[in-house]
């Protein structure tokens, strides 16, 4: 079982949209419809702001999407805010009831 | 609104047993469709998944640390404990418990995580 690859990094300015990548294979990601997203905030702990690739939980802004093709999951931040500068980290389930995560993106919002 | 809160022994020597209980407030704890969980966090690693149990239950460990790993629950206290032996520099990280939806894999609620550092 291998981490999932997320950028090291992404940046953009505010009102800017980026996208986060989250690279699997065909027996996580590719295999699964049971991708998460979690932001971190420095000292926190992770809040869930996607599952199920494309769901947003209650009070997640709508500015926040998921999607998935193949074995790439991607989270899209749209209209940025000071607020999403954070960690981002993508999660798969990955069969034989285990899951697994990337590495995590640092979102710097210039 | 479930809240999960946890503690245990933050500093341990190499080859000690790292052990965490983690306490689910707000009566969920044993609803067929939860499975309750630990994850730890390391700067050079990020998050990983350590394992999980259902209730007092049936449990699923991460296959890189299941020598090592023991995941218990308690249903009369709503606990659940987490314990990893052999523990070295390695296993030093943030450790966090959380809950988990079971049929769609992705964890909702997550306590406020544990430091655990490991040096002689």
């Known amino acids: 079982q291998s981490a999932l690859t997320q950028p090291r990094s992404v940046s953009g300015s505010p009102g800017e949209s980026v996208t986060i990548s989250c690279i699997g294979t065909s027996s996580d990601i590719g295999a699964y419809n049971y991708v998460s997203w979690y932001q971190q905030h420095p000292g926190r702990a992770p809040k869930l702001m996607i599952y199920v690739v494309i769901k947003r939980p209650s009070g997640v802004p709508d500015r926040f999407s998921g999607s998935k093709s193949d074995n790439t999951a991607s989270l899209t931040i749209s209209g940025l805010q000071a607020e999403d500068e954070a960690d981002y980290y993508c999660c798969s389930y990955a069969g034989n009831y285990t899951l697994i995560f990337g590495g995590g993106t640092k979102l710097t919002v210039l | 609104q479930v809240q999960l809160q946890q503690w245990g022994a933050g500093l341990l020597k190499p080859s000690e047993t790292l052990s965490l209980t983690c306490a689910v407030y707000g009566g969920s704890y044993g609803f067929s469709d939860y499975y309750w969980g630990w994850f730890r966090q390391t700067p050079g690693t990020g998050l990983e998944w350590i394992g999980e149990?259902?209730?007092?239950?049936?449990?699923n460990y991460n296959p890189s640390l299941k020598s090592r790993v023991f995941i218990s629950g308690d249903t009369s206290k709503n606990q659940i404990s987490l314990r990893l032996s052999f523990v070295t520099a390695a296993d030093t990280a943030v450790y966090y418990c959380?809950?988990?939806?079971?049929?769609?894999?992705?964890?909702?609620?997550w306590g406020t995580g544990t430091t655990i550092t490991v040096s002689s």
């Open positions: 149990i259902k209730g007092a239950g049936s449990t």
């Open positions: 959380a809950r988990r939806i079971g049929y769609h894999y992705y964890m909702d609620v």
